[in-house]
């Protein structure tokens, strides 16, 4: 069926190295990707996105990869820092569900060692 | 200019009873989004609303929930007579315009409901 996983479901990483999380998707319909990540007892807050026409986008600190061949995308955390530590979740529509509604992944735990 | 407010933060109710959570979107959004969170997993979307007019509720169960957004007032999640299975966090989103298209959305804090 189709649906939005991630790889691993945590990741712990030193604080100042880089942080990869990763995210596949099974329907190559989807054509909007989206990373939230979300601290303990908050909502989701965004991150960055990408089109489907796009491979890359660059935001502050992050960076959003899409290879739509093996359907994966990733999210490149640059310098990790403690207050990156959370759970992180990609989300994407245009395929597994209505073009209204964002379909989310398990999402990863990321925690930062100092 | 406030986010989106959900209230209440936590609620705790007991097999049967009714829950009634509530979001106010953001200052100028006049799309919802209810989406329910369970322990460790992602939110999975439930049903998604404009003012007084319900727009897609595929992920909503056909009993005991219901939602609704009046022209004037918060959007309400009701949930009637409770049951175990529905302890989670329900959030609620809210967006400038239908999310055909970016239309990024934002989240509220979330209401935790537990059911004893």
């Known amino acids: 069926g189709e649906s939005v996983g991630l790889h691993l479901p945590t990741l712990s990483v030193q604080e100042g190295d880089n942080s990869i999380i990763n995210c596949a998707y099974s329907n190559s319909a989807s054509d909007y990707f989206i990373w939230y990540k979300q601290e303990s007892g908050k909502g989701p807050q965004f991150i960055i996105d990408i089109r489907s026409n796009m491979d890359k986008r660059q935001g502050q600190r992050v960076t959003v990869l899409l290879n739509k061949t093996v359907k994966h995308l990733s999210l490149q955390i640059a310098a990790t820092q403690p207050g990156d530590s959370a759970v992180y979740f990609c989300a994407e529509k245009g395929g597994s569900g209505s073009a209204r509604q964002l379909t989310f992944g398990s999402g990863t735990q990321l925690t930062v060692l100092p | 200019n406030a986010g989106v407010m959900q209230n209440p933060r936590h609620l705790v109710r007991r097999r049967g009873q009714e829950a009634r959570l509530r979001c106010s979107p953001m200052?100028?959004?006049?799309?919802v989004y209810w989406y329910r969170q369970l322990p460790e997993e992602g939110l999975k979307f439930m049903v998604y609303?404009?003012?007084?007019?319900?727009?897609?509720e595929s992920g909503m169960p056909k009993e005991r929930f219901s939602a609704e957004f009046p022209k004037e007032g918060p959007s309400i999640l009701r949930i009637q007579q409770v049951v175990r299975g529905d302890s989670a966090a329900y959030f609620c989103?809210?967006?400038?315009?239908?999310?055909?298209?970016?239309?990024?959305?934002?989240f509220g804090e979330g209401s935790r409901l537990t059911v004893l």
């Open positions: 200052k100028g959004h006049s799309h």
């Open positions: 989103a809210s967006s400038q315009r239908t999310s055909g298209g970016t239309g990024e959305l934002f």
């Open positions: 609303l404009q003012k007084e007019n319900i727009i897609d």
